[in-house]
């Protein structure tokens, strides 16, 4: 018997790669079969049009184990179905039920058809062919045929190689009852992206350091991974955390889920410089540092919720090199936190067991333990409680299944969430959640949206034809491993309805190269609705312009609906990367906010053309604010506004009469025309309910000047010393 041919036509799959990282294998698929403990797996997609995708599919038989006939339904093109090497061979799709079929598409690989038929049954068994040919092309066919069917398969009749029959996607279009599609399904697998470890799993910080290789310094590229952590405890662990990349326990508490060890940023791919650690995440664990102090040394969208670390926490890179700044939430740091040189920090409804240091700006709401308020010398500003707040939904296990905790409402908080007892909130079977994988499109989410799921983005970046919309009061839309939607043809990425309590959290919405009017919408223009009771939250919700490539949006994030909390979001208008440039990445605005009674927790936005963010909305409040003005305007008429020189960071509009902020800084470099004067880097009404606490500006050694501080209040930047100039309280 003589040995069958080596396979070597077509490209592995998911070989392609951002160009700055180069081409990089990815981890074999016995290494990814070891790691994955998942549910088994049910059908995760379908569309109104698109009847196939997560459909049953069967074949006459198959090439090896990793190329089954579900592959050619699961909506990755980078997967196939592939056949044994002799004819006939044949495919066919389960429906679900009976449905008028307009169009097939066949996508093959290179070990295609010549010859073959499309046939369809009604109960399976008995085959009427709607397409034939001895002919076939290879490559995407995309064939018209009409009929009613629930079972659809390729009957093939004659290889064009020596090699069996082989498709990357086998897709199947239709109507079912003259209208929509089948059922979406809940639930399902996490996907490849998603690595998810017990105490037992074999050689785990192997695995972490294969990640972290492709991550460190993976700034643009589009690998996503979240790693999963089951409860129990974990010995001699050292987590680097690169790019695209967060970790998570899979308890209902952060002690479930126990490293003896650490959960590490630093920053040496960039030589010891922390200000672009950006895109990365660590939920729901406790660490017992081997030295007795985790480092996290992070900038902007990195953040730290529902962490406890039993013993001290270091924000600053090793060499104590720049650091721009970050985020904690819901979280107990036993011993003391020291930022070092960190310029600023938000930390938010946490216990601290000291904090060292500070150097511009270091705000706090709701921190036991913070040091009290001394804004600028020292540069502490701290709140007792937040207003409001609504920690972050999660995913977790209850048993052998996967859930997603939505955390309940506080009002007045302070200290974490989960210390006393079974946390505050609502658990969500994964089964009422469309798991969004690559290559699903906006229809298929729309439809799932439709039918009641919630949405649970995996690892992946998915670009969108037509706007997400939220219209279901209680929405859940979650991301893992920093899921990244992109706007194709100008479209808005995500609108969401003037409803109660849908929850945004943990995802990326990267600007597409033609302009969108908006990126983000919270509420459609006039909205008026009350949710004081139960409002939207934007949680870890991070928008880029430029960087990974040219795009463009007028207005990044637009909030209309009242009530709305945006705790921690980056909001940025690309300085460096690819497609960067005064007009290449034209955004005017980041964040407008019309909505009353709106609270910012954790604001920042960086670079706009224009406004930075304005506000509209009465009773606002935001606490924290960090913002730099665009680097690179080209001259001093490049952003006058009228009379004034440039635009406000941060501006509230004159029909304002009540809107409060706490620890608020804006930086200016402008390195193109270091000449350049701003007029002030915050604009607001002068009235009674108008108020500020903790205002700075900075010119970044010398490139650029502020004027004042707010509106003609505070004294001007000078010289070429990176100082900031300050203002305590306004009016």
């Known amino acids: 018997m003589s040995a069958a041919p080596t396979r070597q036509l077509g490209p592995p799959p998911n070989l392609a790669h951002h160009r700055r990282r180069g081409t990089v294998a ?45 592959a050619a339904v699961d909506g990755n093109a980078g997967t196939r179905w592939s056949s044994a090497f002799s004819d006939p061979q044949w ?42 040919t001895t002919t076939g092309p290879g490559g995407t066919e995309t064939l018209n045929v009409s009929g009613t069917a629930r079972y659809v398969r390729m009957y093939g009749t004659a290889r064009a190689t020596q090699y069996g029959y082989s498709l990357w996607e ?3 279009y239709g109507t079912v009852n003259g209208g929509g599609g089948p059922e979406i399904p809940g639930g399902g697998d996490l996907g490849p992206n998603v690595l998810v470890f017990d105490p037992s799993t074999p050689d785990i910080q192997g695995k972490l350091d294969e990640i972290f290789r492709r991550q460190e310094s993976a700034q643009f590229g589009t690998d996503r991974y979240q790693l999963l952590f089951k409860p129990g405890t974990y010995n001699n662990i050292n987590a680097q955390i690169g790019f695209y990349t967060s970790i998570s326990g899979l308890g209902l508490n952060p002690d479930d889920t126990t490293f003896n060890g650490d959960v590490t940023v630093d920053a040496g791919w960039f030589d010891g410089n922390a200000t672009q650690n950006f895109w990365r995440s660590a939920e729901n664990l406790a660490l017992n540092p081997v030295n007795g102090t985790n480092r996290w040394a992070v900038s902007q969208a990195a953040p730290f919720r529902r962490m406890h670390v039993k013993g001290g926490l270091n924000l600053a890179p090793s060499g104590y090199g720049w650091a721009s700044g970050g985020y904690i939430a819901d979280s107990k740091i036993d011993g003391t936190v020291g930022p070092y040189s960190q310029q600023q920090w938000y930390t938010r409804d946490s216990s601290v067991g000291g904090w060292t240091n500070g150097v511009w700006n270091m705000t706090f709401s709701g921190v036991q333990g913070a040091p009290a308020t001394g804004f600028p010398n020292p540069p502490y500003t701290t709140l007792d409680t937040t207003p409001v707040s609504r920690e972050k939904p999660f995913l977790y296990m209850d048993g052998g299944q996967y859930k997603v905790f939505a955390p309940a409402k506080r009002v007045n908080a302070r200290g974490t969430s989960w210390g006393d007892g079974a946390p505050q909130g609502e658990s969500i079977p994964l089964d009422r959640f469309y798991v969004v994988k690559p290559g699903a499109t906006a229809a298929t989410i729309n439809a799932a949206l439709d039918q009641g799921l919630h949405l649970l983005f995996t690892p992946g970046v998915y670009h969108v034809d037509q706007t997400i919309n939220v219209n279901r009061a209680n929405t859940i839309v979650l991301g893992l491993g920093l899921a990244t939607i992109i706007p194709d043809n100008g479209v808005t990425a995500v609108k969401v309805a003037d409803v109660d309590g849908v929850r945004l959290a943990g995802f990326l919405i990267d600007a597409g190269p033609v302009n969108s ?10 909205a008026s609705a009350d949710h004081a009771a139960n409002p939207t939250t934007v949680q870890d919700v991070f928008i880029r312009i430029g960087g990974a490539g040219p795009g463009k949006a007028t207005t990044s994030m637009v909030v209309n609906s009242d009530d709305t909390i945006i705790d921690h979001t980056w909001v940025w208008r690309a300085d460096h990367g690819d497609g960067v440039g005064w007009e290449t990445n034209r955004a005017d605005y980041g964040v407008r906010v019309h909505g009353d009674d709106v609270l910012a927790t954790g604001l920042f936005v ?42 406000a960071a941060y501006r509230v509009d004159d029909s304002v009469n009540t809107h409060e902020g706490w620890g608020m800084g804006s930086y200016c470099y402008y390195n193109v025309d270091p000449t350049i004067r701003q007029d002030h880097g915050f604009k607001a009404p002068v009235k009674p309910g108008v108020k500020f606490h903790s205002l700075l500006v900075v010119s970044l050694s010398g490139h650029g000047h502020y004027e004042h501080v707010i509106n003609d209040t505070g004294s001007p930047t000078s010289g070429t010393s990176t100082v900031p100039s300050t203002v305590v309280n306004f009016p």
Not at 30 to 35: D, G, P, Q, R, T
Not at 36 to 54: D, F, H, T, W
């Open 517 to 526: 009017p908006t990126l983000l919408e919270v509420g459609p223009q006039g």
């Open 606 to 647: 960086e670079h706009f053309n224009k406004y930075d963010v304005e506000w509209y909305g009465e009773r606002g409040r935001t606490i924290f604010f960090q913002n730099e003005k665009a680097y690179d305007a080209p001259n001093q008429a490049a952003i006058q506004n009228g009379a004034t020189k440039g635009y």
């Open 26 to 70: 990815l981890i074999v698929t016995a290494m990814v079969a070891a790691l994955l403990g998942l549910l088994p797996a049910a059908p995760a997609q379908a569309a109104p049009v698109l009847l196939s995708q997560g459909r049953t599919a069967t074949a006459s038989s198959q090439e090896n184990g990793g190329t089954a006939a579900a």
């Open 91 to 132: 495919i066919q799709v389960d429906l679900g039920a009976s449905a008028t079929v307009t169009q097939v598409v066949l996508a093959w690989e290179a070990a295609y058809a010549k010859g073959y038929r499309i046939e369809l049954s009604g109960n399976g068994t008995d085959w009427t062919t709607a397409h034939s």
């Open 170 to 172: 086998f897709k199947i």
